[in-house]
């Protein structure tokens, strides 16, 4: 992966702009999985089901991915919109992987 997108001319079919979001699609995909290993090691590491959502990260990684957009010339709440439904599923994807790892209690008690 180069960590850059080639810009290229401007698509005059559907095909040649299917053609440019399959492209990126393959670029996108692998980032997506390397991202949900972050979350796989996050569960790992986290000891509480309540460090799973972190409404302080979600903000920051909101106003960062804000700022990347405007800098790409892209459109900043579009790219929010995206990452907050991203970040809902990953949070969904987190909560099944820590409720695994622990075991289920009623009031404080292991169940047998």
Do not use: N, W
Not at 7 to 12: I, L, W
Not at 48 to 56: C, G, L, N, S
Not at 59 to 75: C, F, I, K, P, S
Request: hydrophobic content about 40%; overall charge negative; some cysteine.
């Amino acid at each position: 992966m180069s960590g850059t997108i080639e810009v290229q001319s401007q698509p005059q079919t559907m095909h040649e702009v299917r053609e440019r979001v399959d492209a990126l699609d393959r670029e996108l995909v692998p980032l997506l999985v390397q991202r949900a290993q972050c979350i796989v090691e996050a569960a790992r590491i986290k000891q509480h089901a309540h460090q799973v959502r972190d409404e302080a990260r979600i903000e920051a990684v909101v106003q960062h991915v804000r700022a990347l957009a405007v800098q790409h010339q892209g459109d900043p709440d579009l790219i929010e919109a995206l990452y907050r439904a991203m970040m809902e599923h990953y949070i969904a994807y987190e909560m099944q992987l820590f409720a695994r790892k622990t075991p289920c209690t009623d009031a404080g008690r292991e169940r047998s």
